[in-house]
């Protein structure tokens, strides 16, 4: 197995230590290490069903390993979501999240919660500490639609939005949280070519504002043009990790997932990205309620 490498400054973020998840007699994730350095943008890949979105779980504290322990800048997890995010670990769902008949502004608002302190009866009598806390949150919310570039749909609906927008104010309504890491899964499901190069700029951005991100994607060329490393998953065991190069040369990774050497040759990325808006297009049409609050995990197609 390559040797793990933190790219950056050589500063652990993230330190996973051999996690596992059984489900009874399943073993969806096995002995997974995995760390995320500083600075690093992170890519976790590998077939439907190999541990992916398992894996993410772990992390958050949604599952709680079998074996293993997670350590967000050198200190235990939480077993308790919330807590995680407190922590300073924000994500993202496969299946979009969001509060459907809540505006845009108002999901940001939402994310805002775990940086707030001011309680119940702070709210109820409105106090002086509370109004100022509102405005705070309310002025750092716009900035993050800014940043976003949702701040033109602030009052909007998020069930209105389209499908590549409510993707991309998950991401804000993160950030909002005030992360140090961001868990992205599957960031450009169901997105056109023009979207899905437009959150690569956007996770660019996020990771120069010094927030770490590590990321589930079956987009390849997304992946390899945007992680500093890439970690592949396969029937719940990490199989290989190094750089882009190094993994999408690597014949067990080419045998197990890609199936053929990754192309980045433009002329070929037309056609697969045609291919892929395509079949986007198809999902959206299928779905009529993107912005449902459930989390049915489906699954994506293969490598694009
Ligand atoms: N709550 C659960 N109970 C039982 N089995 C589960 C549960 N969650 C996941 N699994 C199983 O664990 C395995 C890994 O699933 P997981 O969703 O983590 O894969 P993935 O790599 O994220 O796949 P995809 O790319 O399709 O999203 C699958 O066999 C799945 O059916």
């Given at each position: ?12 973020v ?29 890519g ?36 308790k ?12 769902f ?90 992205l ?6 997105m ?54 190094v993994v ?11 199936g ?20 986007h ?22 490598p694009?």
């Open positions: 197995m390559t040797t793990p490498t933190i790219a950056k400054t050589g500063t652990a993230l330190e996973a230590s051999g996690v596992t998840m059984r489900f009874g007699g399943l073993t969806a994730v096995r002995g997974v290490d995995l760390t995320v350095g500083a600075g690093e943008i992170v976790l890949i590998g077939p439907n069903g190999a541990g992916k979105t398992t894996f993410f779980n772990c992390l958050t504290g949604l599952y709680v390993p079998t074996e293993g322990t997670v350590s967000y800048q050198g200190t235990r997890l939480s077993r979501p919330h807590l995680v995010t407190q922590a300073g670990v924000a994500r993202t496969q299946n979009i999240r969001l509060f459907a008949n809540m505006t845009v502004l108002e999901n940001v608002l939402v994310g805002r919660h775990t940086r707030t302190k001011e309680g119940l009866w702070s709210a109820l009598l409105r106090s002086p500490g509370f109004k100022k806390a509102e405005t705070t949150s309310e002025e750092r919310a716009m900035e993050l639609l800014e940043f976003t570039g949702l701040a033109h749909k602030r009052d909007h609906l998020a069930r209105n939005l389209p499908y590549g927008e409510q993707r991309k104010l998950e991401i804000a309504r993160a950030l909002a949280s005030e992360p140090g890491l961001l868990l899964d599957e960031p450009t499901a169901g056109n070519p023009q979207e899905t190069r437009a959150t690569e700029e956007l996770v660019f951005a996020i990771r120069d504002k010094g927030i770490a991100v590590l990321l589930i994607e079956h987009d390849m060329r997304f992946v390899f043009n945007l992680c500093d490393r890439v970690a592949v998953l396969v029937q719940g065991e990490k199989l290989v990790e190094g750089t882009s190069d999408q040369a690597d014949e067990r990774v080419i045998a197990a997932y890609l053929e050497p990754f192309e980045g040759d433009p002329g070929e990325a037309e056609v697969s990205e045609v291919e892929a808006a395509e079949a297009a198809a999902q959206a049409a299928a779905d009529p309620d993107p912005a449902s609050t459930e989390d049915s995990d489906g699954t994506e197609g293969g694009q």
